[in-house]
């Protein structure tokens, strides 16, 4: 695959840290030759969090490092002392970021505004201490816990841009074409078919200050879920927008047929994309005259449509009010509570997984850290922690 710099997928490692073991000392002073437990307990294993972040728009910036580790519990020790926290990590990620275990494809969280905070991987709990067992124990004066284990996990990001309008269409169609006449987003525009490569996004304005996001991906052809052109995969930044606007050129021959084919195109993605409402826009209609325009309108779907033209401005606001009438419709806005953030929550399944793993180029291999500092917890031995202190 082409290097991009637009980054919707990443494979990451990431690991909490463990809790630092709980201290078994006795306390010996001079005069105190027989002080008792004193052991502090471990500090806890720092957690790894996913923290939305609207100044990122991709993901390309987790690219760069793979691996996450966050910090481990310092042990207790002498005088009762607690050990060090581990220090946290702090993933950031765009808003619209789901997150997958990489190895079973269980959905596991998403993150969606900026400034929201999710845990994604707990550190281990600090063991306690001696002292804290101190009259539990007068058999066992040096019992102390170990430190919890910390929690590994491969995972897999996915943007997954949020927008309110997802624009659907054939190449060349006029999606790019619309945004920016509608947006100040200034996509490549040109008369060749996958002009676009790459999804973007643009405020539309509307009145009183209103504004929806629209957003622009790449065209979709016949068969593009069985990979033809650029595939499907772009289409999961439109999965979660609330309206599918289907664009067809007024100069196809046959409206109704290319936008029952989008829509099977879509279907075969997820059969949920056909909950979303749906709009037609006819693109082009500068080149119609109004007595085609009227017999065009006489066998289209069953969805509210419009005449367009990006050029003349043609339709472009009575569009924008159609838009904003279904963004708020009753039943869309149903739609977008049973949806929870109009996404469809799935857990990967392993063969899609893998095979969507190699399309990204994110197979390779990324290894599990340190399996030994894993085992070294198993092998935790009480610490003979004695002051050199002679004894008297
Ligand atoms: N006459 C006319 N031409 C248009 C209109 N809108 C777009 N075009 C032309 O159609 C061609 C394709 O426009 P794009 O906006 O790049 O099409 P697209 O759907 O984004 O295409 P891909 O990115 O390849 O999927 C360009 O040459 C545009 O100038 C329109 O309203 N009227
Ligand atoms: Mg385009």
């Known amino acids: 695959m082409a290097e991009s710099n637009f980054v919707d997928y990443v494979k990451i490692y990431c690991r909490s840290g463990k809790g630092g073991r709980g201290s078994a000392h006795m306390r010996r002073a001079k005069y105190v030759p027989n002080g008792g437990p004193d052991g502090g307990n471990g500090g806890r294993g720092g957690n790894v969090y996913l923290r939305g972040n609207r100044n990122y728009w991709t993901l390309l910036h987790?690219?760069?490092?793979?691996?996450?580790?966050?910090?481990?519990?310092?042990?207790?020790?002498?005088?009762?002392?607690?050990?060090?926290?581990?220090?946290?990590?702090?993933?950031?990620?765009?808003?619209?970021?789901?997150?997958?275990?990489?190895?079973?494809?269980?959905?596991?969280?998403?993150?969606?505004?900026?400034?929201?905070?999710?845990?994604?991987?707990?550190?281990?709990?600090?063991?306690?201490?001696?002292?804290?067992?101190?009259?539990a124990t007068n058999q066992a004066p040096r019992y102390a816990q170990p430190g919890e284990p910390m929690q590994e996990m491969m995972v897999i990001m996915e943007l997954k841009l949020l927008a309110d309008v997802g624009l659907v269409g054939f190449p060349n169609a006029g999606k790019s074409t619309l945004l920016s006449a509608v947006s100040s987003a200034r996509p490549k525009i040109a008369n060749y078919p996958f002009t676009t490569l790459e999804p973007s996004l643009g405020i539309v304005s509307?009145?009183?200050?209103?504004?929806?996001?629209?957003?622009?991906?790449?065209?979709?052809?016949?068969?593009?879920?069985?990979?033809?052109?650029?595939?499907?995969?772009?289409?999961?930044?439109?999965?979660?927008?609330?309206?599918?606007?289907?664009?067809?050129?007024?100069?196809?021959?046959?409206?109704?047929?290319?936008?029952?084919?989008?829509?099977?195109?879509?279907a075969t993605f997820n059969p949920e994309m056909l909950d979303k409402q749906r709009v037609l826009a006819i693109t082009k209609s500068d080149l119609l005259d109004e007595e085609l325009i009227q017999m065009l309108s006489e066998n289209l779907p069953d969805v509210p449509h419009v005449f367009i033209s990006s050029v003349t401005g043609m339709g472009i606001a009575e569009l924008k009010d159609v838009l904003w009438r279904e963004l708020n419709s009753e039943s869309n806005k149903l739609q977008a509570i049973t949806?929870?953030?109009?996404?469809?929550?799935?857990?990967?399944?392993?063969?899609?997984?893998?095979?969507?793993?190699?399309?990204?180029?994110?197979?390779?291999?990324?290894?599990?850290?340190?399996?030994?500092?894993?085992?070294?917890?198993?092998?935790?031995?009480?610490?003979?922690d004695w002051d050199d202190e002679p004894q008297k």
């Not at 392993?350 to 291999?365: R, V």
């Open 206 to 266: 509307y009145r009183d200050n209103q504004s929806f996001v629209m957003a622009d991906i790449p065209g979709i052809i016949e068969g593009a879920s069985e990979g033809k052109g650029l595939g499907l995969r772009f289409l999961r930044h439109i999965e979660r927008n609330s309206l599918l606007l289907f664009m067809v050129p007024g100069d196809t021959e046959d409206i109704r047929k290319e936008y029952e084919i989008l829509l099977n195109e879509l």
């Open 339 to 384: 949806d929870q953030s109009r996404i469809v929550h799935k857990n990967k399944d392993l063969n899609f997984l893998q095979n969507e793993l190699k399309a990204m180029g994110e197979d390779e291999d990324i290894q599990f850290v340190d399996e030994e500092e894993i085992e070294d917890l198993d092998d935790f031995e009480y610490e003979e």
């Open 62 to 135: 987790l690219r760069y490092d793979r691996h996450v580790f966050a910090g481990h519990g310092g042990n207790g020790s002498k005088a009762r002392s607690s050990g060090k926290d581990g220090e946290d990590k702090y993933i950031d990620v765009p808003c619209g970021t789901v997150v997958y275990n990489a190895e079973t494809g269980e959905y596991l969280c998403d993150v969606t505004e900026d400034g929201q905070v999710v845990l994604l991987l707990k550190g281990g709990r600090g063991g306690l201490g001696n002292w804290n067992f101190r009259t």
